[in-house]
């Protein structure tokens, strides 16, 4: 019921779209959210996209990423060239408290763009990324973990717009499916509002499903800030998330 309120609201305040100056390019990002859609870095871009992010696992733990950091190289027309790893940080509380801390996995991949939306087909792209073993040893894989992503938009109105995706992946050695879906919708000019669904479930655990709202800033044509924050749907999923951070893309 609570969502339903917040899409009836979301949808009856009009706005202006934001358009980029840069070749009228608008500043597409993969954060904060966790729908990725299809858009690709255009040809001869270079956008790094960064932030911080807080989660209460439950309460006993809570996890900090700071920087998380993704590279994106528009290598070709429709493909593009990604770099991304984090630093974490584990707060364990039993009793006494302790800190787990180091660099995450990187992960190296790319996005390709698969066909344009017309009509009622959505644009869609197809992700894939390998997480290499090279980390600190407390958070490093027994080996390469590779995750698949297919990412789709549809426009639904000149203002709004549905991203929704399917994923799947390994994660210690464990096959784990996911999905995402959010609708977004610029409510005054260049600033965005977002709600969103998404989860994921590794083997012999049972399914996480979270929520989130965020707003999206567009700075300047190529800088972008956000600030998101959500909490889990059931009590399998982690309890309660905040992030923010930024998308710079470089000028050409």
Do not use: C
Request: proline letters at 6%; aromatic letters at 10%.
């Amino acid at each position: 019921m609570r969502m339903l309120v917040l899409l009836s609201l979301l949808f009856g305040i009009p706005i202006l779209p934001a358009q980029a100056q840069e070749e009228r390019e608008e500043l597409n990002a993969d954060r904060p959210d966790n729908s990725q859609g299809p858009g690709v870095v255009s040809r001869g871009y270079v956008q790094l996209e960064a932030g911080y992010n807080y989660q209460k696992l439950n309460t006993r733990i809570r996890t900090y990423a700071y920087p998380t950091a993704l590279l994106r190289i528009g290598l070709l027309e429709g493909v593009e060239l990604r770099l991304q790893g984090a630093v974490k940080d584990s707060v364990i509380e039993n009793g006494t408290r302790r800190h787990i801390k180091g660099w995450g996995p990187l992960s190296v991949g790319t996005k390709v763009r698969l066909w344009e939306e017309s009509g009622w087909r959505p644009e869609a792209a197809i992700g894939a990324m390998l997480a290499l073993p090279l980390a600190s040893e407390v958070f490093k894989p027994d080996n390469v973990e590779p995750q698949f992503n297919l990412g789709f938009s549809n426009a639904l109105s000149e203002n709004v717009d549905l991203t929704y995706n399917l994923g799947y992946g390994w994660t210690d050695g464990n096959p784990e499916p996911s999905y995402g879906a959010n609708i977004t919708r610029q409510f005054i000019n260049k600033v965005s509002l977002y709600l969103e669904v998404f989860g994921s479930k590794g083997k012999g655990e049972p399914a996480e499903h979270q929520a989130d709202m965020g707003i999206l800033y567009l700075l300047l044509p190529n800088l972008q800030f956000d600030v998101a924050a959500g909490r889990r749907l059931n009590k399998a999923a982690p309890n309660h998330f905040i992030t923010t951070g930024l998308a710079f893309r470089l000028p050409r």
